[in-house]
C-alpha cells in the first residue's frame, strides 16, 4: 500500500546511545517532516526537508540530526540520547499542492 | 507565526448526540486548515481540509467543519456520536503546501463518547 513507513515501531534505549529512525515515502513526494508527539502537547515539528540533500530546523531540534539522501527517504538521528527524547515520532510527507500531508504509523521511543 | 487553540482537552458526550470540537488559530495569510483524528496507538489520519475553496467542509466519517474568517475558527462537528468516534482529534494550521513551517497542530481533544 501507498503511504510512508517508519521503523521500527517501539525502542527503547538507555541514556547516551545513539540511533536512527528510519521513514520512507513512496508517494513521489518532495516535502518531507519529522514531528515529535508529546502528551498534551501536539505534535511538534523537529526537521523539514524539502528535497533531495536540504534540510531545515523545525520548532524542536535540538538534539538531532536528519538525512535527506534522496526523494524516498528521511532519516532522524539521536547521537546521545536523553530521557527527554522520550516521544512518540512521526514522519509525514507531501506534494506541496492541496493533497494533504500522509503521516506514518509512528516510532514509540524511551529512553531510559 | 502561527497558532492552533484547540478549547478543552477532553470533551464528553452521549452516544447519538452532536459532537463539536473547537478550533481557532492565528495567522498572517489565509490559511490551510486540518482536522486530524488519531486512535490509540495509531498515526494520524485526515479527517478533512480547508484549502480556500468552499468555507463548510465535509470529510469521513460524517464530519464537517465550517471555516470562519471572522471568527478565525474552524470548528468540527458531526450531527449523532457514535462509539466509535472516541479518539484523539487534532486541528492543524498551514500558511503553505510543503513549506518549511509544515503544519503548527493543536494540543488536541480527546473525545471520549458515553453509552
Known amino acids: 500500500n501507498a503511504g510512508v513507513t517508519q521503523t521500527p515501531k517501539f525502542q527503547v534505549l538507555k541514556t547516551g546511545q545513539s540511533m536512527t529512525l528510519q521513514c520512507a515515502q513512496d508517494?513521489?513526494?518532495?516535502?518531507m517532516y519529522w514531528y515529535r508527539q508529546d502528551p498534551g502537547m501536539g505534535l511538534r515539528l523537529i526537521y523539514y526537508s524539502a528535497s533531495e540533500g536540504t534540510t531545515d530546523k523545525g520548532e524542536v531540534p535540538n538534539g538531532y540530526n536528519v538525512s535527506r539522501l534522496n526523494k524516498r527517504e528521511f532519516s532522524l538521528r539521536l547521537e546521545s540520547a536523553a530521557p527527554s527524547q522520550t516521544s512518540v515520532y512521526f514522519c509525514?510527507?507531501?506534494?506541496?499542492?492541496?493533497?494533504?500531508?500522509?503521516f506514518g504509523s509512528g516510532t514509540r521511543l524511551t529512553v531510559v | 507565526a502561527q497558532s492552533v487553540t484547540q478549547l478543552g482537552s477532553h470533551v464528553s458526550v452521549s452516544e447519538g448526540a452532536l459532537v463539536l470540537l473547537r478550533c481557532n488559530y492565528s495567522?498572517?495569510?489565509?490559511?490551510?486548515l486540518f482536522w486530524y483524528v488519531q486512535y490509540p496507538n495509531q498515526g494520524l489520519q485526515l479527517l478533512l481540509k480547508?484549502?480556500?475553496?468552499?468555507?463548510l467542509v465535509k470529510g469521513i466519517n460524517g464530519f464537517e467543519a465550517e471555516f470562519k474568517k471572522s471568527e478565525t475558527s474552524f470548528h468540527l462537528t458531526k450531527p449523532s456520536a457514535h462509539m466509535s468516534d472516541a479518539a484523539e482529534y487534532f486541528c492543524a494550521v498551514s500558511d503553505s503546501y510543503g513549506g518549511a513551517d509544515g503544519l503548527t497542530f493543536g494540543k488536541g481533544t480527546h473525545l471520549i463518547i458515553q453509552p
Open positions: 509525514a510527507s507531501t506534494t506541496g499542492d492541496a493533497g494533504g500531508y500522509t
Open positions: 480547508y484549502t480556500s475553496a468552499a468555507t
Open positions: 495567522s498572517s495569510v489565509p490559511p490551510y
Open positions: 508517494m513521489n513526494h518532495n516535502s
